[in-house]
């Protein structure tokens, strides 16, 4: 029999990154060693023909910009007017938002945002808490205005992993909570289970790119 060593565990005092889940459908932007571009959604490779909101189309249009990006994987949050809540974005004005805060800041390409950073430092047990309460008082950071945000992303920086927590319905499973009816309202959660808007968010802030 093989050996397996046991694996290392990172202490939970480090660093954290925690950023505004945004509800949206999960993307990403590959390029090969060769330069050639691959677009996809959480589970599938896309295309303009076989899309997943547009987010095909659009990288396609956009793909002089987004090879400023570089080789690799480049997961992010493909949202706004008509997927999911919408963030009151409209005439189909949709956003890529990038998921790693820790390489794109103020140079990424122009088409591209970052998902926004809510606090950024050691790892303490209010840390969640007070992201969530920033949230439920002004509405996202993504999108000024929208009182409705999602959530919360926590990624543990020396772990290399990720918790969410979102505003509603936190301790019901997700496949649950999409069939729940929402009090006092009598409309159910939105969540069309022929898109892919509710794949989980991706959590890493590392790219598998080659930097």
Request: net charge negative.
């Amino acid at each position: 029999m093989e050996f397996l060593e046991f694996p290392k565990m990172p202490r939970l005092a480090r660093e954290i990154i925690i950023t505004e889940k945004i509800d949206g459908t999960n993307a990403q932007i590959a390029f090969s060693d060769e330069g050639e571009m691959f677009v996809g959604s959480r589970t599938r490779w896309i295309t303009p023909d076989m899309d997943n909101h547009g987010f095909a189309k659009w990288a396609f249009e956009h793909e002089s910009e987004l090879r400023e990006l570089g080789p690799g994987r480049h997961f992010g949050e493909w949202w706004g007017s008509g997927i999911q809540r919408g963030y009151g974005l409209e005439k189909g004005e949709k956003r890529f938002s990038l998921f790693n805060t820790s390489r794109w800041t103020e140079t990424r390409p122009a088409c591209c945002s970052v998902v926004p950073v809510l606090y950024q430092g050691p790892f303490h047990t209010d840390a969640a808490d007070s992201a969530l309460a920033v949230l439920r008082a002004n509405g996202s950071v993504a999108a000024p205005g929208f009182m409705k945000p999602e959530g919360i992303v926590l990624f543990h920086i020396a772990g290399n992993f990720g918790f969410k927590r979102t505003l509603e319905k936190d301790d019901v499973p997700k496949s649950f909570a999409a069939k729940a009816i929402e009090a006092g309202t009598g409309e159910t959660e939105r969540l069309d289970p022929k898109d892919e808007s509710a794949a989980p968010t991706e959590f890493a802030q590392k790219d598998t790119d080659h930097a």
